[in-house]
T-cell receptor
Framework: DTGVSQDPRHKITKRGQNVTFRCDPI?????LYWYRQTLGQGPEFLTY????????KSRLLSDRFSAERPKGSFSTLEIQRTEQGDSAMYLC?????????????FGDGTRLSIL | AQKITQTQPGMFVQEKEAVTLDCTYD???????LFWYKQPSSGEMIFLIY??????QNATEGRYSLNFQKARKSANLVISASQLGDSAMYFC??????????????FGQGTELSVKP
């Protein structure tokens, strides 16, 4: 049973560039979540998919952010026109749909640094 | 409004001793779950233990136990017989079941635990 996989582990880019991250969830999990974690803080929810449907988006997810899960398997998170404030760790998690006591399993995260 | 509060930014414990990490929460959802995660310096979030709002007994998983006091809205993590490898950030998180069908987690700010040899 492979865990949640995220790619890349680290991304350094210049302000204004676009970046895309990938998340491969645990294969039998139909729920997929994206979180953002800044230094010294707990993760904050960004968005959630059930299968291929994006069912909830946080107000943190500005119009520069877009996420997809085209076939209900892997997901991508794209940030357009990156800004200094986008520097953070981006975490992906997956879980079975039910029951509600099932924990979310997290990937190792993608650390984004904006120069 | 902050829904998860971890009031201890940092804690020290001597190896082989027990330590309690505090967590209080706020929700009006009658059904919810509480989770603890460990995040070592390498960054991955590791699930430790779960407590459901209707569970009658405190959850235990190996050296981890959860001191759940529903009336006080607290869910403190107890680590027994601390090991050097327990040094990490610890996050308390909550999932509201009825008000939040999607299952997103709300995290506290974390407690950094350092185990001294």
């Amino acid at each position: 049973d492979t865990g949640v996989s995220q790619d890349p582990r680290h991304k350094i880019t210049k302000r204004g560039q676009n970046v895309t991250f990938r998340c491969d969830p645990i294969s039998e999990h139909n729920r997929l979540y994206w979180y953002r974690q800044t230094l010294g803080q707990g993760p904050e929810f960004l968005t959630y998919f059930q299968n291929e449907a994006q069912l909830e988006k946080s107000r943190l997810l500005s119009d520069r952010f877009s996420a997809e899960r085209p076939k209900g398997s892997f997901s991508t998170l794209e940030i357009q026109r990156t800004e200094q404030g986008d520097s953070a760790m981006y975490l992906c998690a997956s879980s079975p749909g039910t029951p509600s006591n099932q924990p979310q399993h997290f990937g190792d995260g993608t650390r984004l640094s904006i120069l | 409004a902050q829904k998860i509060t971890q009031t201890q930014p940092g804690m020290f414990v001597q190896e082989k001793e027990a330590v309690t990490l505090d967590c209080t929460y706020d929700t009006s959802d009658p059904s919810y779950g509480l989770f603890w995660y460990k995040q070592p310096s390498s960054g991955e979030m590791i699930f430790l233990i779960y407590q459901g709002s209707y569970d009658q007994q405190n959850a235990t998983e190996g050296r981890y136990s959860l001191n759940f006091q529903k009336a006080r809205k607290s869910a403190n993590l107890v680590i027994s017989a601390s090991q050097l490898g327990d040094s990490a950030m610890y996050f308390c998180a909550m999932r509201e079941v009825i008000y939040n069908q999607g299952g997103k987690l709300i995290f506290g700010q974390g407690t950094e635990l350092s185990v001294k040899p």
